[in-house]
């Protein structure tokens, strides 16, 4: 009789109604160590424990169920059907770092068993995902995700293969510190005797492999594609990552059918990536090939992807209605491959166990899922903004400023022979101002001298130099193991600096232009920045990007070029988003990137205003006051830039107008401030310098100053950031005037039409004089 549908409640009859209507027979008499199949590897012993660990995946799932019924629980994407996956678990070491899929209970569950005997509670840590507890040990209640340091699962709450491109990187980590490449951890701690670094070992064994799993729809995705590609990519060009991917197909996304063969064709023809296929619903398949797998890959240290058939039971949620997209025998045939079924059946015709002492451990471990739920349903939940928020991006500026000054005496005192080498004997406060794009360099170079294991990467980065020569002679000074050039892809870019700072690396990766960030910027807002929320702080992916960006550029641009949308990287919670005018400040908000990479983990964009890389003057042509001098070490303390700190600059009285404004904004309001002082009309520019987060108590304290506002912003009228000033200024209570000249919402077109859009100094001017004259 076929199944209409398949409901927690039928699964869990279904499977006690097949055990019971098996024959009776003989006592067990299997031998545990012996092999459940011939060639398998899966002795009796490993069978049992897989099948309690897939027993306990199963009843978290009906638990779910229930929970969501009685309104107690949150989530109920399961993992029935895919509970084949504990024997990809028992492949692996415990010590191999694994980013998993949503379906991985089973998987979760044999690793927690393979550790000493309760020190991961598996059906406690799930159950508490499932009601949102505060006290779950990886996110607190934020999202249900698999994630524990003790199992070294990596926690994701990926479902369309954005966590792959991390996992890429992370597998680049793992061999770079096998290599001894990288010198040393970045947790920002030192030792007091040398004022230099502690070295931190690597987190994992030097031959771990990092395991990433997905779903079949996934394959499709941009993501997806990146990562296999870059996979690929880096193992033809002879870099190494020990990284296995593990596919776990079950034809279905959410009610989208796979196409037959598709997934399989689509694995099989990835160049540079070795194809492994098993039945992920035959526990002694899944097991023999995943070894085989996880061997291949250990040993040569190259990619490799395992391809699980599955299927899914019980629909895609809670609240799925499979019968609108699937036959009543669709649903039935996937019945009959029920993995716990299949594995019992293993091990009944191994001679290992009885259908009814399989049931009694089925019920056994069922009533210790209910009892921990009733025990958890009720936990406290986040009570407030305030816990919520705790991990999200935590600001310690008194550390940054400590571990800033820590590198200027290092600098000045241990590394100065190594300063003296690397810059050829020229350090750069010896040779006279500098342009913004001079000061990036010199300090970029002197970033890597004092932290070896920060490298810088991107599209043609190492041996052009960039493409307005930023990192022109890096590669030359630190060599191509540090300063490289990647494939031209933007999501790997940054997910190879996901998986690097992760892996114990300080990357500095750049994008090439701003507008090329739009295409994977789900990597900093999906990946990068919720890394610390979803795990309290345990993990984390500390990383500067630097791209260039903004408009203004004469004799080249259009909107590829000349890009000035900054309200996605606004948007991005806990994103530290640094914009730079001038040489002086683009040294010191560098220097602070780092350190709170450093210190706290942080994530920040390092956004450099391409019009104002070789810029030299400011009023007049040859005055030269556009260049600033390079701090020496010794004035890098006094220097510092805190995150969401100002700068203001005067002319004349500087007590009838203030300008806030940030970017190519500060040159040319500062051009039209020295005009308005020639007249008596004192003004301050305010260069807010940090776009996220906005320095609010500067803002709030110049407009006071004055009782006019002009906002500065060369974004976009439309979601720019001059609305953030002005709505910072609103919440703050200012009552004073305020006007605003901004860009049109438009794309920028190429050449000289682009001054039509942008904004001028001369419409700077006349709202500035508009303003004073009210």
Not at 43 to 62: I, K, N, P, W, Y
Not at 565 to 590: E, K, N, Q, T, W
Not at 756 to 771: C, Q
Request: with cysteine; glycine share 10%.
């Amino acid at each position: 009789m076929l199944c209409s549908v398949s409901t927690s409640h039928d699964l869990d009859e279904r499977f006690r109604s097949a055990l019971a209507a098996w024959p009776a027979s003989t006592p067990p008499n299997g031998d545990p160590h012996a092999t459940v199949r011939p060639d398998s590897g899966l002795t009796g012993t490993m069978a049992r424990e897989l099948f309690d660990a897939q027993v306990t995946s199963r009843h978290l799932d009906l638990a779910a169920r229930r929970l969501r019924a009685d309104g107690a629980g949150y989530y109920t994407i399961g993992s029935a059907g895919h509970e084949g996956n504990a024997g990809v678990a028992a492949a692996l070491r415990p010590t191999d770092p694994a980013l998993l899929h949503y379906r991985s209970g089973a998987f979760y569950a044999a690793r927690a068993a393979q550790l000493a005997e309760g020190k991961v509670d598996a059906i406690r840590d799930v159950l508490r995902g499932v009601v949102a507890s505060a006290a779950e040990p990886i996110a607190g209640g934020r999202h249900k995700v698999f994630g524990s340091t003790d199992l070294n699962v990596i926690p994701t709450t990926s479902t369309i293969a954005s966590h792959l491109p991390r996992a890429v990187g992370l597998a680049f980590a793992v061999e770079r510190s096998r290599q001894g490449l990288d010198a040393r951890g970045s947790s920002g701690r030192h030792a007091a005797d040398s004022g230099q670094p502690v070295l931190v070992p690597p987190a994992w064994p030097r031959d771990a492999v990092v395991l990433c799993s997905f779903g079949d729809a996934s394959v499709n995705h941009a993501s997806a594609v990146a990562a296999f590609n870059t996979a690929g990519w880096s193992d033809f060009t002879g870099l190494r990552l020990p990284l296995l991917f593990v596919c776990e197909d079950n034809g279905l996304g959410i009610s989208v059918r796979s196409p037959a063969g598709w997934v399989g064709e689509t694995l099989r023809s990835r160049p540079g990536i070795r194809y492994f296929h098993a039945d992920g619903c035959d526990l002694a398949d899944t097991y023999a090939v995943a070894r085989s797998a996880v061997s291949w890959v250990r040993r040569h240290r190259r990619p490799a992807v395992l391809h699980l058939r599955t299927v899914r039971l019980m629909g895609h949620a809670g609240a799925d209605a499979e019968l609108a997209y699937r036959t009543p025998a669709e649903i039935e045939h996937d019945l009959t491959l029920d993995p716990l079924l299949r594995t019992a059946r293993l091990l009944v015709d191994a001679g290992q166990a009885s259908p009814m002492e399989l049931l009694s451990r089925y019920d056994e471990i069922g009533w210790r899922v209910q009892q921990t739920a009733a025990q958890v349903r009720d936990e406290p939940k986040l009570a407030s903004a305030a816990e919520v928020v705790a991990p999200l991006a935590p600001r310690r500026p008194l550390r940054v400023a400590k571990t800033i000054a820590r590198a200027a005496e290092r600098a000045a005192g241990a590394a100065l022979a190594e300063r003296h080498r690397v810059f050829g004997g020229r350090l750069p406060e010896q040779t006279g101002p500098q342009t913004l794009a001079q000061a990036v360099n010199a300090t970029l170079t002197d970033l890597m001298i004092s932290h070896p294991q920060a490298m810088v990467f991107g599209e043609d980065v190492a041996r052009k130099g960039g493409v307005y020569g930023v990192t022109k002679g890096l590669r030359d000074r630190f060599g191509p193991a540090r300063v490289f050039d990647t494939l031209l892809d933007e999501t790997s870019i940054l997910g190879l600096g996901l998986g690097a700072g992760l892996g114990g690396l300080l990357p500095i990766p750049e994008i090439q232009y701003l507008a090329y960030l739009h295409n994977a910027e789900d990597q900093l807002r999906g990946e990068a920045a919720s890394m610390r929320f979803f795990s309290q702080g345990a993990y984390r992916n500390p990383m500067v990007v630097r791209i260039a960006g903004l408009a203004y550029q004469k004799g080249f641009g259009g909107h590829f070029h000349n890009d000035h949308s900054v309200a996605v990287l606004r948007d991005i919670p806990g994103l530290v988003v640094a914009v730079p005018s001038r040489a002086d400040d683009a040294a010191a908000m560098l220097r602070t990137c780092v350190a709170a990479a450093e210190v706290d983990g942080t994530v920040s964009v390092f956004l450099e205003p391409i019009a104002l890389y070789h810029t030299r003057d400011l009023h007049t042509d040859g005055d030269g006051g556009w260049l600033s001098p390079y701090a020496a070490p010794d004035r890098w303390a006094d220097t510092h830039v805190p995150v969401g700190r100002a700068r203001s600059h005067s002319y004349g009285t500087g007590d009838r107008l203030t300008v806030l404004t940030f970017g190519n904004g500060v040159r040319m309001s500062l051009r039209v401030a020295a005009r308005l002082a020639e007249e008596g009309h004192g003004c301050r520019v305010v260069d807010l310098r940090w776009l996220a987060p906005l320095p609010l108590a500067d803002i709030v304290r110049e407009a006071g100053a004055t009782g006019r506002v002009l906002v500065v912003d060369e974004t976009r009228r439309s979601g720019g950031v001059g609305e953030g000033v002005l709505a910072a200024l609103v919440d703050a209570g200012y009552v004073g005037l305020a006007r605003r000249v901004a860009a049109v919402d438009t794309f920028l077109p190429l050449g000289p039409a682009a001054d039509h859009v942008l904004v001028g100094e001369d419409a700077i001017e006349r709202a500035a004089r508009a303003l004073l004259a009210a």
